[in-house]
């Protein structure tokens, strides 16, 4: 009798466990986790500082992928492609489909969630394979996506009115990863290094650079949280230009951070390095 009645009350608890969906990077996690929350279990991949653009697999993330139901990638990192290629038959989505990525030599820039109004295609992306796994939430999931869509759109407008009136248009940063942001927002970007932080430059390129920076009479240089700083210390000390940290990979800073409040204070950041009027 006892063993009955302990199973009688531990059956709530298990017909209420969530499915877990996994993506693979912050910028997934965050529209998955406001979109699907309310179903499932969401977690992301690659936690706090970890470089995205060549990640190892871990032990303990073998495990993780293997208890999701589904794994959420952009599809331009090889090592997600790899990854992907290797799970059974519908349990990887992609979520490259109809995004106009920016192709920098033989390479897609990835970093698209810099830019609120690029990113709104990733979060269609992102519902549409929602509705393919669980179709009966699809009304719920339109739902929350408009939400956040609408969100986008205000802050879009927030980047725009205060990225106008920047007295710097010249955005020095770790590696090419705002070209989205400069494209959108009308701002020129130098990348102390490549599309993928771990091309060092030459030291004819560095000095090209350095004169570049010093025509555009640039006073701050952007240095990427969770990548080395030296590089960036060295310019900057150089060229006579303060620096300034700013968000590329979104891993919370603090324990409430989301999209939002992680990509507003990148526009502090901004306003503060370029010198943009807050009135």
């Known amino acids: 009798m006892p063993f009955i009645i302990l199973i009688l009350l531990l059956m709530p608890l298990i017909s209420t466990a969530k499915e877990l969906l996994l993506a693979s990077t912050y910028p997934i996690y965050y529209p998955l986790k406001y979109i699907a929350g309310e179903r499932f279990e969401v977690d992301v991949l690659i936690k706090g500082q970890s470089d995205p653009h060549h990640y190892e697999l871990k032990p ?19 090592w997600e492609k790899r990854l992907a290629n290797r799970l059974p038959k519908g349990k990887a989505y992609s979520l490259e489909r109809n995004i106009s990525f920016i192709k920098v030599g033989n390479s897609l820039d990835p970093h698209l969630w810099l830019s609120p109004r690029a990113y709104a295609q990733l979060v269609e992306n992102i519902k549409k394979a929602l509705i393919s796994i669980d179709p009966s939430g699809a009304e719920e999931y339109r739902k929350k996506s408009e939400e956040f869509i609408k969100n986008l759109r205000t802050l879009d407008e927030e980047y725009k009115k205060t990225l106008s009136k920047c007295q710097s248009r010249t955005v020095v940063i770790t590696h090419l990863s705002v070209l989205y942001l400069g494209r959108d927002y009308g701002l020129e970007v130098i990348g102390l290094r490549g599309l993928h932080a771990e091309e060092e430059p030459k030291p004819s390129e560095i000095r090209n650079m350095v004169e570049r920076i010093k025509r555009a009479k640039v006073k701050t240089l952007f240095h990427e949280l ?54």
């Open 226 to 279: 969770g990548y080395d700083e030296a590089l960036a210390k060295r310019i900057a000390q150089e060229v006579g230009a303060k620096i300034v940290p700013f968000n590329t990979s979104l891993f919370p800073e603090k324990a409430q951070d989301d999209y939002f409040s992680i990509m507003k204070r990148n526009l502090e950041r901004l306003s503060e390095g370029l010198s943009c009027p807050t009135r």
């Open 60 to 78: 303990g993330d073998i495990k993780r992928i293997q208890k999701a139901k589904a794994f959420f990638y952009l599809g331009v990192e090889s």
